[in-house]
């Protein structure tokens, strides 16, 4: 659902550019059958959305580098139950019911 609210506008923004920064704008807002500044702002959205999301990910990668390596710490230390592929089996079938269930409510 899209939020109703409009986004504050916090007014214009002048922003020099080099001679040939410029002329690739104007290259890529051409190709995109884009004015420049609605180019510059659909480029840099995208650009701050790569960037927000690599930083994303990034956590997300460490949190599970730090999962593993306390797994490998319990499995060194023998403080870690293995499950049975019944265990496993119990787990999808539950997942299945549930996907299930959910499906059949909508």
Same mark, same amino acid.
């Given at each position: 659902m899209k939020s109703t609210v409009k986004p504050k506008r916090l007014g214009p923004l002048s922003v020099q550019l080099p001679a040939d920064l410029k002329r690739r704008? +104007? =290259? %890529?807002a051409t190709k995109r059958r884009l004015k420049v500044a609605t180019a510059a702002r659909v480029f840099l959205d995208e650009h701050m959305s790569e960037l927000e999301q690599t930083?994303?990910? &990034?956590?997300?990668?460490?949190? %599970?580098? =730090? %999962?593993?390596? =306390?797994?490998?710490?319990?499995?060194? &230390?023998?403080?870690? +139950?293995?499950?049975?592929?019944?265990?496993?089996?119990? @787990? @999808?079938? +539950?997942?299945?019911?549930?996907?299930k269930r959910n499906a059949r409510s909508r």
């Open positions: 704008l +104007r =290259a %890529q930083a994303e990910l &990034s956590a997300a990668e460490e949190w %599970q580098r =730090a %999962q593993a390596w =306390a797994t490998w710490e319990k499995m060194k &230390s023998g403080d870690l +139950r293995e499950a049975t592929i019944e265990d496993l089996h119990k @787990v @999808v079938d +539950r997942a299945r019911r549930r996907l």
